[in-house]
């Protein structure tokens, strides 16, 4: 399944994808200059899975025809959960994150959802509070000393 928006192509990944998009997440974390132990925390988190990619809404990014990210979206219920949001390095200042979120949303409001949380990395805070995002909840990361903000976006 295929979407266009003016500038960006959102393509639903499938199961062969998992190799890229699990290269893509490991890729994008280490921009924001995590240690090689730090990312090792994060192995499970960051790996996609044939299954996950089967189980969620997980779509690849494209701009004319080139891959620049993926997003993936959990049902949970009252909820829709933006559970990965990564972009390729040299990919910032071209808007691709504020022109996905807001193909995201409106996905969201789409699969009649009115709610969308966010576990942020918080070196994306600045970003999830640029998109309108209201703090709920923080928790704890796996980094001591480090909390993760839960968003939450009204549809």
């Given at each position: 399944?295929k ?23 490991f890729?994008?974390?280490?921009i ?6 730090q990312?090792?925390?994060w ?8 299954s ?16 620049v ?16 949001f990564?972009?390729?390095s040299?990919n ?12 995201i949303?409106?996905?969201?409001k ?31 990361s ?8 839960v ?5």
């Amino acid at each position: 399944m295929k979407y266009n928006t003016s500038s960006l192509q959102f393509e639903q990944a499938i199961q062969n994808d998992s190799k890229l998009l699990t290269e893509t997440a490991f890729k994008s974390k280490k921009i924001w200059n995590y240690t090689d132990e730090q990312m090792s925390l994060w192995t499970n988190e960051l790996t996609i899975t044939a299954s996950y990619i089967e189980e969620n809404k997980v779509f690849k990014i494209f701009d004319n025809q080139n891959y620049v990210g993926f997003f993936s979206l959990v049902l949970k219920g009252e909820f829709i959960e933006l559970d990965h949001f990564w972009f390729l390095s040299g990919n910032t200042g071209k808007e691709y994150g504020r022109k996905s979120f807001e193909f995201i949303k409106r996905m969201a409001k789409n699969n009649n959802y009115n709610t969308l949380r966010v576990y942020s990395e918080p070196n994306a805070d600045g970003f999830y509070s640029k998109m309108g995002g209201k703090i709920i909840q923080s928790k704890e990361s796996k980094i001591k000393g480090r909390l993760l903000n839960v968003y939450e976006f009204k549809i």
